[in-house]
């Protein structure tokens, strides 16, 4: 399907990037749906569409759809979603449970393992780690930092606001790793602080629920998180699952250290249970 939309970046609307996005997030599904249920899914017009699929090279919207049907294979994930799905018509909580599940499975389909390792080996040697996660990505950036200081690594939040992101960011070296999370609409500091670190050569792990970005918005490691259509209510599940993933990864690089900082941590536990019960 990349080849599909193989562009420059350059000639890209905003629009467009959310029409490639949501045929790359949905597989063989776009290509059987009508042009008027795509645009409402998207929230575009089908002039949009018509006019996006001029710019990939066709003549119009249907020859697009049959480009995309020409080019569709069935994954692994695909088929038990489906054998699933056939099984169970589920409704209420169940089918939020069945989402999850279907985001974890895209999510596992897009991860790189080789980029696992290398964020994996970055979060374990780095300096020091600076996490900016706002809004509702906020509780993700808690996670990491929880689970990463009790591998004795030093762990801050970048102040979340404006121009208070700088107080931080001023400190940083090449030495220093910086995690962000970019759901959705991409904040404005996070912008900031990707520009940042690509001029002072500062790697990045780079959080994402869209498949394709801006160059200048990727960050250096990026991992893609489906989050489902733009339309739905967005679950955390897919990126804690990451998150866990990664930290056991961590453990994995140096892991005599890592375990003799968390029996440090428990021996302070034991020795202080009187004063500070569990």
Not at 27 to 48: F, M, Q, V
Not at 64 to 79: H, N, R, V, W
Not at 174 to 185: C, E, N, P, Q
Not at 193 to 204: H, Q, V, W
Request: proline content about 4%; hydrophobic content about 35%; glycine content about 6%.
């Amino acid at each position: 399907m990349s080849q599909l939309f193989n562009v420059d970046p350059r000639i890209l609307t905003e629009s467009d990037r959310k029409i490639i996005n949501y045929f790359k997030k949905n597989g063989h599904i776009p290509a059987l749906l009508s042009i008027n249920e795509i645009g409402a899914a998207i929230g575009i017009s089908n002039s949009t569409l018509t006019r996006f699929s001029k710019k990939m090279g066709f003549k119009n919207f249907k020859e697009l759809k049959m480009a995309l049907l020409s080019q569709q294979e069935t994954s692994p994930s695909t088929k038990l979603q489906n054998a699933v799905r056939s099984d169970h018509q589920l409704n209420g909580p169940e089918s939020m449970i069945q989402r999850d599940i279907d985001q974890l499975l895209e999510t596992m389909e897009y991860l790189d393992p080789t980029l696992l390792r290398l964020a994996a080996q970055n979060l374990a040697r780095k300096r020091r780690i600076y996490i900016f996660s706002k809004g509702a990505t906020r509780s993700l950036g808690d996670l990491l930092h929880f689970r990463l200081r009790r591998f004795g690594r030093d762990v801050q939040h970048i102040c979340v606001g404006g121009s208070e992101i700088f107080e931080t960011l001023h400190m940083m070296t090449t030495d220093d790793l910086i995690i962000v999370f970019a759901f959705g609409k991409v904040p404005k500091e996070t912008r900031v602080i990707l520009d940042f670190a690509n001029k002072e050569g500062i790697t990045t792990l780079y959080f994402t629920d869209q498949l394709y970005q801006k160059p200048e918005t990727n960050g250096n490691i990026p991992f893609y998180v489906a989050r489902g259509l733009p339309t739905e209510y967005h679950s955390l599940t897919s990126a804690i699952s990451l998150i866990e993933a990664l930290i056991v990864e961590v453990s994995r690089i140096d892991p005599e250290l890592f375990h003799n900082q968390l029996n440090r941590m428990h021996t302070l536990k034991e020795t202080y249970k009187k004063e500070l019960p569990r």
